[in-house]
């Protein structure tokens, strides 16, 4: 099991494209963690909006009375790729990964992947 400085490491270093990381409460909008970003790029405004997105699709499945769970929400922009996973693993309730990648060097498939992995190794 992995803490969440070392799970930010892996995914930074294990992940083609990664431009940062966050972990992040979905219910307070708050980043646990970050790695990567930089002056052109704030992952705590980054992580504290996306939780809009999250809370915004679990209401959307519950008014629609799906019976499911969200595993990944992809965004795509012009130059980047934003991923979210939101975290099944025990304690992980109401946090997710939030993962930035340059999409000239990222490839999704195995981005998603080594996310899975990392969420499954991350110990909160």
């Given at each position: ?7 930010l490491k892996d995914a930074m270093a294990s992940i083609d ?101 990392i969420e499954a190794e991350l110990e909160v």
């Amino acid at each position: 099991m992995a803490n969440t400085e070392a799970s930010l490491k892996d995914a930074m270093a294990s992940i083609d494209g990664a431009v940062g990381v966050a972990l992040v409460d979905y219910t307070s909008g708050m980043a646990l963690g970050t790695m990567g970003g930089g002056k052109d790029f704030n992952l705590e405004v980054a992580a504290a909006g996306n939780t809009d997105v999250v809370r915004a699709k679990l209401r959307t499945m519950e008014h629609l009375g799906l019976q499911d769970q969200i595993e990944d929400i992809l965004i795509t922009l012009g130059t980047q790729y934003h991923m979210i996973r939101l975290l099944k693993a025990k304690g992980g309730n109401g946090l997710f990964l939030y993962l930035v990648l340059d999409n000239t060097r990222a490839n999704l498939a195995m981005a998603r992947h080594q996310l899975k992995k990392i969420e499954a190794e991350l110990e909160v």
